[in-house]
Structures are given as C-alpha cells and as structure tokens.
C-alpha cells in the first residue's frame, strides 16, 4: 500500500505547481472562465492519477523489455543483426509517435500541401532508424558521444545552411516529437541493457545515456533533406483550430477517449511487437516476468490514455486562454516571465523526465540525485520557454539566433564535460518535449502569438519545441562541469 | 594494515532502508563517530498480495555499509535503531557482521580496540547469493518457502570461468544479482539447502551461496 501512496504523493506534488501556478494566474493577470478552471483541475487530477499508473507501467513493463531486447541484440554479437535490430526499432517507434503526425498534419496545412504530412513522417522516421542503428554501432565498438556528436551536428549545420528559416524550425521540432513518452523509457532501456554488459564499469555507467539524442540527430537531418527536395516551399497560411463541439465539462473528456486511445495502442504497438519476438528467442523469460510485463503493459497502456485526456482536455485550452490574456496585456516582460515560470512548473509533470531521471539515479547508485537533474532541466527548459516568448514579442528574431550559439555551446561543453553527463544532457532534449510541453506550453505559445501583432500563430509555435529541447543540453553539461568540480576530494 | 587472528574486532554493518533515506544512516551514524560508509542500491521484496497481484513484487531499496570497530559498531547501531525506529514495520533493518581486517581508513586504525565481549546473542546468518541475472526472484522464493522473510537483491556484474567475454568490440562481464537474506540461526541451513536444490548451484557457473555470522541484528521481526 505504501508503495502506491508514496508515488502518489510523488506525483501530486509534481503537478501541485503548475496547478498553483495557472490558478494564480487566474487572479491575477487574466480571468478565467470558472468553465475553463473545473476543466482545468479535473484535468489536472486525472493527470497525476494517469502519471502514477503510467510510471508504475513502465518500471515494471517497459523498461525491463527495453533491456531485454538490448542484452538479446548484443548477445547474438551479430552486427547485421544489430544494425537491422536498430533500423526496424528506430523506424516502427518513431512513425508510431502521434506527436509526430500532429507536427506533419501542422506542416502540410501551412505549407498548403505542397509538403504532405506523410513525408515529414517518413523522413523523421527514416532518419531515426538509421541514426539509432548508428548509436548502437557506438556503443558496442566504444566509439566517444562527444566525437560523433560533434559530426552529426556538422551535417546538421551544412544542411541548414541551405535550409530555409521555417523548415530549420520543423526539422528540429521533429526531433523533440519523434521521442515521445512511450518511446523514451523504451530506449533508455535499451541502451541500459547493453551497456550494462560491458566490463569496464566507468563507461558502462556513461553509455547508459546518449542513444536518445543520436537518434534525434536523425530527424532533424530526415526532415532538413525534405525540405532540401521541395524548393520553394514558402510556409504561411493561416491555422485552424479543431475544437471540441462539446458544451459540458464531462464531453470534453469524454470527446477525446477514442481517439486518445487509439494512439495509445499504436504507439504501444512496436514495443508489444518486441514482447512478442523476445518470447520468441531462445532464453525463455519466466511464467513471473511475462505476468509482471503483461500487467506493465497495461498499466502503461492506461495510465498514458488517462494522462492524455487529463492534459488534451483539461490542460489545452486554459493554457491558449492564458496565453493570449498575458500577450494582451501589452507587456512583453511580463509575457516573458509568464513563459519562464510556466516552463519552470510543466517539465515537473513530464513523464519521461520521471524516467529519465530515476534511470540516472540507478544507473549511478543514487550518486546523481534526481531533485538536482530535475531543477537543472526544468530551468533550462523555462530559458526555453521564455525565449520563444521572446520571439513572438519581439518581430525579428529569428530561430537560429538561438540554435546555432546554442549547439555551438552544447558541442563545446561536451568535450569538457563528464561523459555520464554528456549522455545525460542530449538525452534529455528528446525528453523534455514530452506531452506536457508539447500541449500546454505549445497551446500558451500559440495563444500568444494570435494576440501578438505580426506573430504567426503557428510558425512562431513551431521552433518552441526545438528550443526546450536544446537548452536542457546546455543547462544538464553545465551541471556536469560543476559535478566535476564538486567531487575532487578536498583536504588529501 | 591492521589485523586480528582470533577475535575480529572490526564490523561490517548493513543498514537496509527505502529508497533515499541512506543518506540519513550516514549522517545518524556520523554522529557516532563513524567516519563514512558506502550506498548502494537495491530492491527489497514486497508482501503484500494486493499489490503481488498486479505484478508489483519490488520497492527500491538503499543498503549502506559501514566499517567500524565492535565497540562504535555497537553504539551506532544502537543510535541508528533510535532514529531510525528499526522495530516498526518497513523501516528497515540494520545487522552488523564480523570482519578481519581493515585497510584504508586512518581513523579506525588509530583508535583504540575494546576487548570483545563474552556472551553476544548471534541469533542470525547472513545468507549471499550470488546468481545470474533475473535469477534472484528464484532464490527469494526458495528462501520463502524455507521460512525466511524477503531478501534484498543489488545489481550486479562479474564473470565466472564459463562465461564468454567478448561481444563486438567491447568486453562484457555478464550481469549477475546479488540476494542477500537475514535468516534465524536454525533456518539457515533449510534455506541453503533449497536454494543449492532450487537454482542448481553444484552445476558449474550456476552461482555461488555463502554465509556470515550476524552479531547484532535490528528491525527483523521475528
């Protein structure tokens, strides 16, 4: 029983400040409809009941598969299989993301389809294969993080050199969209499986991180070669919001169960897939682990549905209203603040920051402590958040003004950095654009800019993602260089 | 290097506690003149059929070591059991063994050894079971049936002579899990015997089983 209460306990207060947060706002600088706030605070409530089920799901579900398929795919110590493993993996979980279909629908009605959404989700989906395939080559043949990050991020450059402004914009969200919530705990596992095989104890501990962020690398570069192919496609038209027809609270929530549990299930599906194969394999897994996995699953599968319908409908809305509200207002400080606390309060409720960081307290013995990560990323992120706010305040910033110093920056620190941290922090860029961020701070940003004159209310959106999932990378290296610092024994 | 033939004068202590609250130990046991101790992680088995039903058998646990002298190890463990209210279900427990010898820490060398005392209550055996991974479930249950009341499992790696050790370029050491189990003097050869039956220990590169004597014990419930 205890075990329950105290993730609950843990969950709560995880979503207490945003919650706090949003209702302050409410008294202070925008009033809400009371129609808005009881949507809001069921949502928030199903969300810390959906989170609870979700991480319960993935600890005893998700994550022992992940590690079951990474000692497998190394232990057939055959590298056509290792690299089909990565391409089939990497391929199936990203086109499986709903994230990624939402960004790709966005960009073909922008782009009044002359892009097709099917494209950008292939391209991210293809190049995530291949780039996850590449960083299971690195870990099995001990090849450094910082090199090979060093040149994914120089072809990086060389295409968005090419690129036009908007495309640089979506390629990088794509990145933040193809690691969802599923999929991250999925692949921490995986390379946790793997590199836990290895002998030296040192970096089996650094080369448990930074399989996320090569795989990202992928999209980015994927969805840049598109954008490279269709010349002259000029992105600007104007959005459309879908909103839910339903007048009372409950059809709100109600409204969204098909679909949400829809995507669930496929984006799910790739991972059953691999249940299933590993059932498959020559060692067999006990009657007690296929009971415990299967319960996993379904946890996962429920907890997810529950903490998507808590955020879509109870979380969307309120976050447009108090993002248009603020931008009215006609202080653009007060936009920025606004955005650096609501960034500071959601990445607390990100479900895969929940894994990441219990996955660094297990793999470093409790050495890094989870509260010192989670503050680290969650100011990083709400640097982020702010900036983008800044950009829809302030015609004429353009996106790059803040990528390309800032991967400068990134690729630098991580030569100076600890490796385990270096992992860590490009690991962390796929997995602070979680369901959270994507929705509510994406819906503030969005309903600021349609306040905002000459803000475009979707391409200022887009570019928003690709900043919250660079400056964790930043913020979680800086970390490291002080952790470096911190524990050269004193008085010896 | 200091050493004791007969009587070991130095103890190992293993305080088990949830997750996060190993810190707490060592700051307690600082406050007895322990000079630092070494956290790992763990996890502990849950009884609890509700929750065994849905799947959920394990809580993460911290086990932290502590070297010291028979003397301090007695009065820390006894600070700790205060603090830490070891005799209240799930807060733990805390069990010192005997060892030879001690290199590395300045502090315990220098200070001075009491004479150990004649008539201690040795009550318990610490049961080690070390098997491969995804094995340790197996053993917790064989101790079970025997009449132990959970384990605690730590991940861990090392490699025997039967084990392969090269996979693409890097070397592996297989992973392994380490079952630690507290059990009544009198039990404690039951327990061994069904796990050596159990997990086929006597077959080469099956794993290995040993056993400590506990001096003091606290927070085991029976």
């Known amino acids: 029983m205890r075990l329950i209460v105290e993730k609950l306990k843990e969950v709560f207060l995880a979503v207490l400040p945003i919650a706090a947060i949003v209702l302050l706002l409410n008294f202070t600088f925008v009033s809400l409809s009371w129609f808005l706030i009881v949507r809001f605070v069921i949502g928030a409530l199903l969300i810390v009941a959906g989170l609870s089920i979700f991480l319960f799901g993935v600890n005893i579900g998700i994550s022992p598969i992940g590690n079951f398929m990474g000692t497998f795919i190394v232990k057939t110590n055959k590298i056509w299989f290792l690299i089909a493993a990565g391409l089939v993996l990497g391929f199936f979980i990203s086109i499986a993301e709903p994230a990624l279909h939402i960004l790709g629908s966005q960009v073909e009605l922008v782009s009044s389809a002359r892009v097709s959404s099917g494209s950008i989700v292939v391209a991210a989906s293809v190049g995530i294969a291949a780039f996850l395939a590449l960083g299971l080559l690195r870990i099995v043949y001990d090849v450094s993080l910082p090199k090979i990050l060093t040149v994914f991020y120089g072809i990086v450059l060389v295409f968005s050199l090419f690129s036009s402004n908007e495309f640089l914009a979506v390629s990088f ?44 690398v992928g999209a980015i570069i994927g969805v840049l070669l598109i954008g490279l192919t269709s010349t002259g496609s000029a992105l600007g038209a104007a959005p459309d919001y879908h909103t839910s027809g339903a007048t009372s609270i409950l059809g709100h929530f109600l409204d969204l169960v098909p679909s949400t549990v829809e995507e669930v299930l496929v984006s799910l599906l790739p991972i059953l897939l691999c249940f299933l194969l590993l059932q498959l394999a020559p060692f067999r897994l006990s009657r007690r682990l296929v009971k415990q996995i299967v319960f996993g699953l379904l946890f996962t599968f429920l907890g997810m549905v529950i903490l998507l319908v808590g955020v879509n409908a109870g979380f969307m809305d309120i976050g447009r209203e108090i993002g248009y509200g603020i931008a009215s207002r006609d202080s653009k400080a007060l936009l920025v603040i606004v955005g650096f606390v609501l960034g500071l309060v959601t990445i607390l409720a990100e479900p895969s920051v929940y894994v990441l960081t219990h996955q660094i307290e297990d793999v470093t013995s409790g050495a890094v402590k989870r509260r010192i990560v989670l503050f680290t990323l969650a100011a990083g992120v709400s640097l982020a958040v702010a900036f983008s706010m800044l950009r829809i305040a302030v015609a004429g910033i353009q996106l790059w003004h803040f990528l390309l110093p800032g991967y400068i920056i990134s690729i630098v620190l991580s030569f100076i950095s600890p490796r385990l941290f270096v992992g860590i922090a490009f690991d962390a860029g796929g997995v602070a654009s979680g369901p959270m961020t994507g929705t509510f701070v994406l819906a503030f940003a969005q309903g600021a800019a349609q306040a905002v004159d000459g803000a475009n209310v979707l391409l200022d959106a887009f570019g928003l993602i690709a900043l919250v999932a660079m400056t964790p990378i930043i913020a979680l290296q800086i970390l490291g260089v002080m952790y470096k610092i911190k524990t050269r024994k004193r008085g010896v | 290097m200091t050493t004791f033939e007969n009587q070991s004068a130095y103890r190992l202590i293993y305080v088990i506690v949830n997750f996060g609250r190993g810190s707490e130990v060592l700051r307690v046991t600082r406050e007895s003149r322990i000079s630092g101790g070494t956290i790992l992680l763990g996890r502990g088995t849950v009884r609890s059929g509700f929750l065994n039903f849905f799947a959920l058998y394990e809580l993460r646990k911290e086990i932290v070591l502590i070297v010291a002298d028979s003397v301090t190890a007695e009065k820390a463990l006894e600070a700790l059991n205060k603090e830490m209210q070891f005799e209240k279900p799930n ?77 693409f370029a890097m070397e592996i050491e297989p992973e392994k899990e380490i079952v630690l189990i507290v059990a009544k003097r009198d039990k404690t050869q039951k327990i061994i015997a069904k796990i050596r039956e159990d997990l086929q220990i006597d077959d080469p590169g099956k794993g290995i089983v040993f056993t400590q004597t506990v001096n003091d014990a606290y927070g085991l419930l029976d």
């Open chain 1, 173 to 216: 969200d794509a990145s933040g969209a193809t690691t969802g919530a599923m999929t991250v705990p999925f692949i921490l596992a995986l390379s946790t499986g793997i590199s836990a095989l290895k002998k030296n104890g040192k970096s089996s501990e650094n080369d448990s991180f930074g399989l996320i962020g090569v795989a990202s």
């Open chain 2, 91 to 167: 807060h733990g427990i805390a069990f010192a063994t005997a060892i030879e010898t001690v290199d590395g820490s300045s502090e315990l060398e220098d200070s001075v050894l009491a004479e150990e005392r004649g008539d201690e209550k040795k009550m318990y055996n610490l049961i080690t079971v070390i098997v491969d991974k995804g094995r340790a479930e197996k053993v917790i249950d064989a101790a079970t049936e025997e009449g132990s009341k959970g384990g605690t499992i730590v991940n861990a790696r090392g490699s025997g002579i039967h084990e392969r050790s090269k996979l």
